[in-house]
């Protein structure tokens, strides 16, 4: 029995550490794993697809806006929520804490942030691009001439009205 509540200690003691807090403004050191590389993948090339299509570069993937990007889809699901800017959930309430490039250039050190996608519900690579070329804004984004990199976040929680949440962060 000993022996068993001490393998549960250590189990809850790994799965505990390297949780994120996500209340309050992010400091930029925080790093919340990817739970989808591939989609992430995926999306970065469908994004690519989508320059090329139109004469433009591919972007460069960025581990920093990455980190801003998993940040950001993680705490949406984890709070409930779907903003460009950052959220605490109080009761209720909704209470903004940081703006968008407030929160992306604690992460993005190594040059200037100039754009953010967000999409929820859409558990695909694709329907998330599909999603994002269908939206004027959104498109214009993808196809930004200085964008030079790009980092890409997914998460998921079923608790969560959508589910899924993509982000992408844009930098020059």
């Not at 000993?2 to 209340?23: C, D, M, P």
Request: a negative charge; glycine letters at 8%; hydrophobic letters at 35%.
């Amino acid at each position: 029995m000993k022996n068993l509540i001490i393998i549960a200690f250590l189990f809850v003691s790994i799965v505990s550490y390297g949780q994120v807090n996500f209340k309050g403004c992010a400091t930029g050191s925080e790093r919340v794993a990817s739970i989808n590389n591939e989609l992430e993948k995926e999306v970065l090339r469908l994004v690519n697809i989508e320059r090329k299509k139109v004469g433009l570069p591919d972007l460069k993937w960025s581990d920093q806006l990455s980190y801003s990007a998993r940040y950001h889809a993680a705490d949406m699901a984890t709070e409930n929520y779907f903003e460009h800017d950052s959220h605490d959930r109080k009761g209720d309430k909704l209470v903004e804490v940081c703006g968008t490039f407030d929160r992306v250039e604690k992460f993005y050190t190594d040059g200037f942030a100039c754009a953010e996608n967000i999409s929820a519900g859409r558990s695909t690579a694709q329907a998330t691009v599909d999603g994002w070329m269908n939206s004027p804004g959104h498109k214009a984004n993808i196809l930004h001439e200085g964008a030079k990199f790009i980092g890409i976040g997914y998460y998921s929680n079923p608790n969560s009205d959508y589910t899924h949440y993509c982000v992408q962060c844009f930098g020059y």
